[in-house]
């Protein structure tokens, strides 16, 4: 009897990959590569003040110091002298949806972006490669005294001063070498400020496109959420696949104010040429909350890390992450916590599927400090490896320096039981069906967390086909 | 014609052969028990009927409905028609008691079903095994007790309606009220789809309630011994002795 092998497949690219051909003309780019001269033009380019020119200078001498990690999945193959790291469109950013030129309203408007601003979304900035080149606020909210623009007005404009308190200062240039390379070359992002007691009932959404082959998106995303405030913050990315390896060092600054709340969504979806070497960052202040979901799908090396520091006393973090690795990826994801206020308290739950030889990283790093007492942190994580070649790591990390802590760790790695494939079977499942329950059923808590239409894209990821017969 | 004929089967698992030449005839609506003692190959039997690829059939055929199916896959034979309640359930995280089962005569029937009858037909069925409600809504298995999950699997029985149904050690690890509950569960089964039942345990707890019609004593994976319902008393009293040779 041939015995039929199902499979997994792979997430349906071809809506990422697909692009229009783009005429040179359109857009403004800088050199390949990185010095002096091109931090300068896109300094000039974006008009800085002269105090950011200053750090952007600062952080290259930084960069140019540092050495790229070597603790991780090799990154050998992306080469700094191949990357362009600014690309504009040659368009204003617009307000309305009809003023965006038509190739890139098109690229946005196959990926569903003004049709979630029109269903369910506060408000909306598009970016396309380096600059954004849409951004739009419901005006409900901007009753509300929220602010949500481009990160190139806030500091050019009434913000300048928030900005220059806040910008880079939860991630230093100096924290590692992506961070001094986003600090030199950051271009593009969010800025997002909610006044005291504000609630922001629907979520607010950035989409990043990288649209350009061999270049690198730097957007900075910086958002501050003030006492009391409560906010949704959606994140999306995506690129076309090339043959050239592109890179994503975006750099994300959350701050989370006394009983304030905020939830932090991200889906990055790079194609499979992309080095995401992304840094993310939240603080907490007394009783705040800060929740984080992460879904990494795409990209051929990831280093992704959320941290959140537990400052406050009574202040608490959650994150929930899931990663699938599939053929060529090596997605080393996880998240980090610091908790040096009292009575904290920190969870992290997160699944990953690794299949068709990807390889999954799963590092957590909690440390709880000498006077964070009666804090506790869970760090739970599972992972689901759907052939004999894929891998699947778990790197924990705990540093407790109080006795009066509460910890726990839990990890389970494992791959589809054939007892539970049988037992489905039984019931006149069939085989893909039974084990596309068991993969999507493996992720359900944390696919719930998902914006909804993500979770849809989540479950069409987990599609099954019959493959042919073996044996 | 029989619904079930087993023909002269062998069964090995890792190349060790477990049942030599098993033949036994299985009526509509007909209640079988097969009975033995520990490691006799009982629960091989099970497993081999509905098709579990650990189990190898090593000769012999499987006929039902007239059809062999000892090749078809364990999907097939229960669109075909049969069900197997397990010894150890398992637990499938992330999909409710509710949702699988009515994806599973979805599936099963490939037919729409309506929600509202389904939710009407799920109800009175968790009532007959004493199910509380919210375990519609929890994971499959997860977390259950072992009671609970035997529960969950004459849910299932009741919910698939089969034609044939393998119980494997459905009563073991159950207390006395659990063991009632559950072949209250069984007994309407047997009432509602005239279905025929092999059942599979080493104690005869859960038989004290059920009619049976035909005994077989499983000793080292050959069948020994047949009777009928009498048999199972003789063994409640004398157990396994005169037939281990």
């Known amino acids: 009897m041939g015995r039929e092998r199902s499979e997994v497949n792979d997430i349906d690219r071809s809506l990422y990959d697909f692009r229009y051909e783009e005429k040179e003309e359109d857009f403004y780019k800088v050199k390949e590569g990185l010095t002096e001269d091109i931090v300068r033009e896109i300094s000039v380019e974006k008009n800085d003040p002269e105090w950011m020119l200053e750090f952007r200078l600062k952080s290259l001498s930084v960069y140019n110091e540092l050495k790229v990690p070597d603790w991780g999945p090799d990154i050998s193959g992306l080469n700094m002298d191949d990357i362009v790291t600014y690309v504009k469109p040659r368009t204003k950013m617009k307000t309305a949806w009809e003023d965006v030129p038509d190739d890139i309203k098109n690229t946005f408007e196959r990926l569903g972006i003004p049709e979630a601003e029109r269903k369910s979304l506060a408000g909306v900035g598009a970016q396309y490669d380096s600059e954004l080149v849409y951004h739009n606020v419901k005006e409900e909210v901007l009753a509300q005294g929220v602010v949500y623009t481009d990160m190139e007005s806030a500091l050019t404009g009434e913000y300048e001063e928030m900005v220059k308190e806040h910008f880079m200062k939860l991630v230093p240039p100096t924290d590692h070498k992506f961070a001094a390379l986003h600090g030199a070359v950051w271009s593009g992002g969010s800025f997002v400020y909610v006044p005291p007691g504000v609630k922001v009932e629907i979520p607010l959404q950035s989409y990043f496109r990288l649209n350009a082959a061999g270049a690198g998106q730097f957007e900075h995303t910086l958002i501050i959420v003030s006492e009391g405030a409560d906010l949704h913050f959606i994140e999306g990315c995506s690129a076309p696949k090339y043959n050239v390896a592109n890179l994503h060092a975006g750099c994300v600054e959350l701050f989370v104010g006394k009983n304030a709340k905020l939830r932090y969504s991200t889906i990055e979806n790079w194609s499979k040429n992309m080095y995401n070497l992304n840094t993310k960052r939240a603080i907490c202040e007394e009783g705040a909350t800060m929740e984080w979901v992460s879904g990494s799908f795409g990209s051929h090396v990831s280093y992704l890390y959320p941290m959140t520091v537990l400052k406050g006393n009574d202040s608490h973090c959650e994150f929930t992450g899931i990663t699938f690795a599939g053929e060529g990826q090596n997605l080393d994801t996880g998240a980090k916590v610091v908790q040096t206020g009292r009575r904290t308290s920190s969870y992290i739950n997160t699944k990953s599927i690794s299949k068709s030889g990807g390889i999954s990283t799963f590092r957590s790093a909690v440390t709880i400090g000498s006077k964070a007492e009666d804090s506790k942190a869970a760090v739970s994580c599972a992972s689901l490896m759907l052939d004999d070649i894929s891998r699947s790591d778990t790197i924990p990390a705990m540093d407790i320096r109080t006795n009066e802590a509460d910890v726990g760790h839990e990890a389970k790695i494992g791959r589809i039981s054939d007892d539970a494939v049988f037992y489905l079977m039984s019931r006149g499942i069939s085989e893909e069906d039974a084990r596309a329950m068991i993969v999507s059923g493996f992720a359900d808590n944390v696919s719930k967390e998902l914006p909804l239409e993500y979770a849809v894209e989540m479950n069409n990821l987990i599609q099954l086909e019959m493959k042919g017969a073996i044996g | ?245």
Not at chain 2, 91 to 120: C, D, H, L, M, W
Not at chain 2, 133 to 146: C, E, H, M, Q
């Open chain 2, 1 to 245: 014609m029989s619904l079930l004929e087993i023909r002269n089967l062998s069964v090995a698992v890792d190349g060790n052969e477990i049942l030599k030449n098993i033949d036994l005839n299985i009526g509509k609506g007909e209640t079988h028990v097969l009975m033995g003692p520990n490691g006799a190959g009982k629960s091989t039997l099970g497993n081999a009927l509905m098709g579990n690829p650990v189990y190898e059939i090593t000769g012999g055929s499987i006929y039902f409905n007239g059809l062999d199916i000892k090749d078809e896959s364990p999907d097939k034979r229960a669109k075909a028609g049969m069900f197997m309640s397990f010894q150890n359930p398992l637990e499938v995280p992330g999909i409710t008691v509710s949702s699988f089962i009515r994806n599973a005569i979805v599936q099963k029937t490939g037919e729409k079903i309506k929600f509202s009858e389904y939710r009407k037909d799920l109800a009175k069925n968790m009532e007959i095994l004493n199910f509380d409600t919210p375990y519609k809504d929890r994971d499959l298995n997860v977390g259950f007790s072992g009671g609970e999950k035997k529960k969950a699997e004459i849910l299932q029985l009741l919910m698939l309606k089969p034609t044939f149904a393998i119980l494997d050690e459905t009563d073991s690890g159950l207390d006395v009220d659990a063991v009632r509950t559950v072949s209250a569960g069984i007994k309407e089964y047997q009432k509602r789809e005239d279905g025929a039942l092999l059942i599979i345990t080493h104690s005869a707890k859960i038989l004290e309630s059920l009619q049976v019609d035909y005994t077989h004593v499983l000793v080292r994976g050959q069948i020994v011994a047949d009777g009928d319902g009498s048999l199972v008393q003789d063994i409640n009293e004398n157990g396994f002795e005169k037939y281990m040779g």
